[in-house]
C-alpha cells in the first residue's frame, strides 16, 4: 500500500487528511494524482492546482516519481512558515 | 540542533548555548520572527501554524547541511513553534555562531530564507472576519534564489 497525506488548505478541501492506495494503482506519481481524481471527482479542482507540492517519503518530487509499496506521499500547498 | 514545539522559547538561553565554553565564537547572529499585526492589510489576531511531521526536521538538517557547506558555522539552533500562536509571540528562532561576523550574517539570513521556502510549516492567520490560510509570497522565493 502507499500512505497518502494532505496538508493544511488542501486537507481541509478535500476533508481528508490521510488515506490509503494500491500500489497497483499508483505505480507514478502522475498515476495515483489520476486515480485520486478519479475515485474523488470533487477533488480535482483542488488537485489540479499547479502550485501544489508533492514529496515521496519526504523529499520535494516531480510529478514522475516512481512509487513503491510503503511510500509515503503527500501533496501540500506552497509552504508559509517562518 | 531543530526544535519543532508548542511552547515559546527563550533568546537569552539560545543565546548561552550557542557560545557556551566556545572561545572561538567572534560572532553570533540570531533572528527571531514574530506574529505581527498587520499582513497584507489584513488585522491579524493570532495564527494557526501547520506542518508535516518528519519531513519538517528532514528538510531543515538539509537546510542547515548546505549552510555548512557554505560558510564556517560553530554552532548553529533552529526553533520553530507551531499550533495556535497571537499577537507579539515568538514564531521562529534562527541563531549561528561563527568565527567572523559575514559567515554568521549570511548564514543566519540563508536559513531563515530557505526555511520560508522549504520547510513544510503553513500559516493559517485569524482575523474578525474569520480564518485564511496564507499565500505563499513572490518576494520569499526571490530572497532564496538569490542565494543560488
Redesign the interface.
Given at each position: 500500500m502507499i500512505k497518502v497525506?494532505f496538508?493544511?488548505?488542501l486537507r481541509?478541501q478535500l476533508q481528508c487528511a490521510e488515506l490509503s492506495v494500491a500500489e497497483s494503482d499508483a505505480q507514478t506519481l502522475a498515476q495515483l494524482h489520476e486515480y485520486l481524481t478519479g475515485q474523488h471527482p470533487l477533488w480535482a479542482e483542488f488537485l489540479n492546482n499547479e502550485?501544489l507540492l508533492m514529496?515521496v517519503n519526504?523529499?520535494?518530487v516531480k510529478v514522475s516519481q516512481v512509487l513503491q509499496s510503503g511510500d509515503e506521499v503527500?501533496f501540500?500547498?506552497?509552504?508559509?512558515?517562518? | 540542533m531543530i526544535s519543532i514545539q508548542q511552547n515559546d522559547f527563550n533568546v537569552g538561553d539560545e543565546y548561552a548555548a550557542l557560545v557556551a565554553n566556545d572561545t572561538a565564537a567572534g560572532a553570533v547572529v540570531t533572528f527571531v520572527g514574530r506574529v505581527r499585526d498587520l499582513n497584507l492589510a489584513r488585522e491579524v489576531q493570532g495564527l494557526q501554524l501547520e506542518h508535516y511531521p518528519g519531513m519538517t526536521e528532514k528538510s531543515l538538517q538539509e537546510i542547515v547541511a548546505q549552510a555548512q557547506s557554505r560558510w564556517k558555522i560553530l554552532r548553529w539552533r533552529i526553533i520553530h513553534r507551531i499550533g495556535n500562536l497571537y499577537l507579539g509571540d515568538n514564531i521562529v528562532f534562527v541563531g549561528v555562531s561563527s568565527a567572523h561576523r559575514e559567515d554568521a550574517f549570511h548564514s543566519a539570513e540563508f536559513l531563515m530564507d530557505y526555511l520560508k521556502t522549504r520547510a513544510p510549516f503553513w500559516k493559517k492567520e485569524l482575523t474578525a472576519d474569520g480564518s485564511v490560510w496564507l499565500d505563499s509570497q513572490e518576494k520569499d522565493q526571490q530572497a532564496m534564489q538569490r542565494w543560488e
Open positions: 497525506l496538508f493544511a488548505q481541509e502550485k514529496a519526504q523529499t520535494i503527500a501540500f500547498p506552497p509552504v508559509t512558515g517562518g | -
